[in-house]
C-alpha cells in the first residue's frame, strides 16, 4: 500500500538555525497538510497546500514558517530561524481531490537546543 | 466544527470489543463524524467516518445515534496493537468544487485506549 513518507526520521538543530523538513507525498495526491506535536499535547494544524500555493494556514505558521514543492515530488516545511518552542514532531498528510481521507506521514522528530 | 467530548483513557482486555464514545451535541445537518487514531509517536491514522448511517470497514465500525448527538467507535476484538489514542472529529467534509476549508483536520485530546492482555 503506497505510503507518506518523511525525512529525516530526527532532526537536532541549534537554536536560530534554519531547517528543511522533507515529505514525499502518495503519487497521485494533491493535497498536502503539516501538522505539528508538541510532546504530551494534541495535533495541532500548520498550513495545507493545493496547486502550488498554500491554502490555509493557522496562526502557529508565522514568517518563519514556509512551504514548497521544489521538485514535482517532495513537498518541503522550511523553518528559517528555529527557536526551542519549534521542538515537536511534524506530520505531513496529503490526500486526492476526490477524498477527504488525509495520509499521515512517520513524522519528522525535531529536536532545537 | 462542532465540538467532540471523549473520556479521556479506557481500558480493554484483549480479544474483546472495544467501544469508545464520542459525544458531539453541536452536530450540524452538513457534519460527517470521522475517528483517526495515533499509535504512540506515529502519525494519525484515519479509521472511518459517516453522517447518520452506520459504517463498517475492515478496521471497525460506527454507530451514530439516531439524533447524530453521539456516536460510539466498535473494535471488535480488540488486540494489544490497537493500543493507541484514538480521536472522534466532526467537521463538513471537504469538496472540491465548494471551496472553503481544504480539509484540515482539528484534533482533540482524544481518548486513550489501552488494550491489556
Known amino acids: 500500500e503506497p505510503e507518506v513518507t518523511q525525512t529525516p526520521s530526527h532532526q537536532v538543530t541549534q537554536m536560530g538555525q534554519e531547517v528543511i523538513l522533507r515529505c514525499v507525498p502518495i503519487?497521485?495526491?494533491?493535497?498536502f497538510y503539516w501538522y505539528r506535536q508538541i510532546l504530551g499535547q494534541k495535533v495541532e494544524f500548520l498550513v495545507s497546500?493545493?496547486?502550488?500555493?498554500?491554502?490555509?494556514k493557522s496562526e502557529i505558521f508565522d514568517d518563519q514558517f514556509s512551504v514548497e514543492r521544489p521538485d514535482g515530488s517532495n513537498f518541503t516545511l522550511k523553518i528559517r530561524s528555529t527557536k526551542l518552542e519549534d521542538s515537536a514532531m511534524y506530520f505531513c498528510a496529503t490526500r486526492t481531490e476526490y477524498t477527504d481521507t488525509q495520509y499521515f506521514g512517520p513524522g519528522t522528530r525535531l529536536t532545537v537546543l | 466544527d462542532a465540538k467532540t467530548t471523549q473520556p479521556p483513557s479506557m481500558d480493554c482486555a484483549e480479544g474483546r470489543a472495544a467501544n469508545l464514545p464520542c459525544n458531539h451535541s453541536?452536530?450540524?445537518?452538513?457534519?460527517?463524524v470521522y475517528w483517526y487514531r495515533q499509535i504512540h509517536s506515529q502519525g494519525p491514522q484515519y479509521i472511518i467516518h459517516g453522517l447518520k448511517n452506520n459504517e463498517t470497514n475492515e478496521m471497525a465500525s460506527l454507530i451514530i445515534t439516531e439524533d447524530r448527538k453521539s456516536s460510539t467507535l466498535i473494535l471488535p476484538h480488540a488486540t494489544l496493537r490497537d493500543t493507541a489514542v484514538y480521536y472522534c472529529?466532526?467537521?463538513?467534509?471537504?469538496?472540491?468544487?465548494?471551496?472553503?476549508?481544504?480539509?484540515?483536520?482539528?484534533f482533540g485530546k482524544g481518548t486513550k485506549l489501552s488494550v491489556k492482555p
Open positions: 497546500f493545493y496547486n502550488n500555493e498554500i491554502s490555509e
Open positions: 503519487s497521485n495526491h494533491l493535497y
Open positions: 472529529i466532526v467537521r463538513v467534509p471537504f469538496r472540491k468544487n465548494y471551496g472553503g476549508s481544504q480539509g484540515n483536520l482539528i
Open positions: 453541536t452536530i450540524s445537518g452538513n457534519e460527517y
